[in-house]
């Protein structure tokens, strides 16, 4: 059975950082590319970024370019987001999802985690 | 990049049949066949119930289906059920190596 478990939120200060973990399970994880998927209080889903099988491949939505950085270590299953300079409108649940992709274009979500919610305030 | 254009609320009777559109550009849905649809209820994560346009995972109930026409997408649910209740989203990918999402449409079953 797949499972991504994402780990890592809680409550911060506008300005300040928190690093997203997400542990995956039940797949060949190393052949897939894998994102972040966000999304705010009460509002629709929003792609935060997406890494490749091989971490060769890197991409950002432009609202989180600069301050957010993917990363992945395949030898221990597991995605990261570090999030810096941490804005109000960052506040939402922060889902891990594994996608079906075609030479690097991201064709679907088809496994998702639970979410971890991450809380911007002063 | 906007987000993809989708009505907020649908709505019909249980047995009858409704459509969910999805406008987007030809840097989008107009230049790949990849659109998606997920389906969420409150408080859980997503679930992928349309990829690549118009196929359906495996477990996913026949009376989804998708389609696609130049940049618009779009969902049908036939023979409404009150289990149908709750949001949709379409997704695509597009000419600039990101992925939109549309708005969310609430569905109601009257």
């Known amino acids: 059975e797949v499972q991504l478990v994402e780990s890592g939120g809680g409550l911060v200060k506008p300005g300040g950082s928190l690093r997203l973990s997400c542990l995956a399970s039940?797949?060949?994880?190393?052949?897939?590319?894998m994102n972040w998927v966000r999304q705010a209080p009460g509002k629709g889903l929003e792609w935060v970024s997406s890494i490749s099988s091989t971490s060769s491949h890197i991409s950002y939505a432009d609202s989180v370019k600069g301050r957010f950085t993917i990363s992945r270590d395949n030898a221990k299953n597991s995605l990261y987001l570090q999030m810096n300079s941490l804005r109000a409108e960052d506040m939402a649940v922060y889902y891990c999802?594994?996608?079906?992709?075609?030479?690097?274009?991201?064709?679907?979500?088809?496994?998702w985690g639970r979410g971890t919610l991450v809380t911007v305030s002063s | 990049q906007s987000a993809l254009t989708q009505p907020a609320s649908v709505s019909g009777s249980p047995g009858q049949s409704i459509t969910i559109s999805c406008a987007g550009s030809?840097?989008?849905?107009?230049?790949?066949?990849?659109v998606s649809w997920y389906q969420q209820r409150p408080g859980k994560a997503p679930k992928l119930i349309i990829y690549?346009?118009?196929d359906r995972p495996s477990g996913v109930s026949s009376r989804f289906s998708g389609s696609k026409s130049g940049n618009t997408a779009s969902l049908t649910i036939s023979g409404l059920q009150a289990e149908d209740e709750t949001d949709y989203y379409c997704s695509s990918p597009t000419s600039t190596n990101s992925v939109l999402f549309g708005g969310g449409t609430q569905v109601t079953v009257l």
């Open positions: 690549d346009v118009s």
């Open positions: 999802a594994s996608a079906s992709n075609n030479w690097g274009i991201v064709k679907y979500f088809d496994y």
């Open positions: 039940g797949f060949t994880f190393n052949t897939y590319t």
């Open positions: 030809s840097s989008d849905i107009g230049a790949y066949n990849y």
